[in-house]
């Protein structure tokens, strides 16, 4: 499909990239108060150049949450960006693609339930252990919840009842306190009852900044070389290349699809008077 928001431009003139930067449209990244903006893009209907046929039936789907359908390509150059960039909608009827600076950020949950996917801020304990000794102490150490001072271990009967010495048992209580940090004291589920698993790469979640990029900026100084300049470029380029891949999945749908409106039966639950039984 012809490019609709991508322009050509030459890397090899300065001024050409500096044209484009600066004439580039912008828009909010928050609310018009914070008068913070970014490179954008305007993706209302009426600025897509849709024909007459497909104007009037995107005004039809308006009614329908389609974006997940056609959103596919955020997520991509999201990625391609190392999550170091994203692009999210802004606008009354979120009639405008902006980009935005982000990055990912652990959301502190080290396991997670299979069963009812309920997440946990702690580790699953090791099963079991070879050695008998690390076997107790563990279990010492987990069922208070690693909250003693090594010292205070050495006086569980449990642990006293151990055959090694308490050089070595102290050896092992502080070895085991610093593996077992951030273990619960079970495997079970708080929500379900049943075993957690740890996540073999602790979740992240994407955390977009609201701050402005390149708002008022000089691209004619001397910290802009030619190839900072070809960095942005390409940053604004491929920006404008996925708001033609929204633009082209939206018409996708709107050839592909109809409106059509359905009944949808569900259970309601209400009270009645029920006679007792004879």
């Known amino acids: 499909m012809t490019p609709f928001f991508q322009k050509k431009v030459d890397r090899r003139s300065r001024s050409a990239m500096v044209d484009f930067l600066q004439g580039h449209y912008r828009y909010n990244t928050m609310s018009s108060w914070n008068r913070l903006t970014s490179y954008a893009n305007n993706t209302k209907i009426h ?62 949950h080290l396991s997670y339930c299979p069963t009812c996917g309920q997440r946990n801020f702690k580790k699953v304990p090791p099963v079991t252990y070879q050695d008998v000794n690390k076997e107790v102490i563990a279990r010492e150490i987990l069922r208070s919840q690693n909250s003693w001072l090594p010292g205070v271990y050495l006086g569980q009967p449990a642990i006293q009842a151990l055959t090694i010495s308490d050089d070595k048992k102290l050896l092992l209580i502080n070895r085991l306190k610093a593996e077992l940090k951030d273990c619960s004291a079970s495997d079970a589920c708080g929500v379900c009852g049943n075993p957690r698993s740890n996540f073999s790469v602790p979740p992240s979640r994407l955390m977009v900044a609201s701050r402005s990029i390149d708002q008022c900026e000089d691209f004619d100084a001397e910290d802009w070389s030619m190839e900072s300049l070809r960095d942005r470029v390409e940053l604004v380029c491929a920006f404008d290349a996925v708001c033609d891949a929204i633009r082209s999945n939206f018409i996708a749908l709107l050839v592909d699809y109809d409106v059509v409106e359905i009944t949808e039966h569900r259970p309601v639950q209400v009270k009645k008077l029920v006679a007792h039984a004879a």
């Open 47 to 108: 600025r897509l150049g849709l024909s007459s046929e497909q104007d009037d039936k995107a005004y039809e789907m308006l009614n329908v949450d389609f974006w997940e359908e056609i959103r596919g390509p955020i997520d991509d150059f999201t990625h391609d960006q190392s999550h170091r960039h994203t692009i999210c909608s802004n606008g009354r009827s979120g009639g405008y693609l902006v980009l935005h600076e982000s990055h990912l950020k652990l959301t502190g």
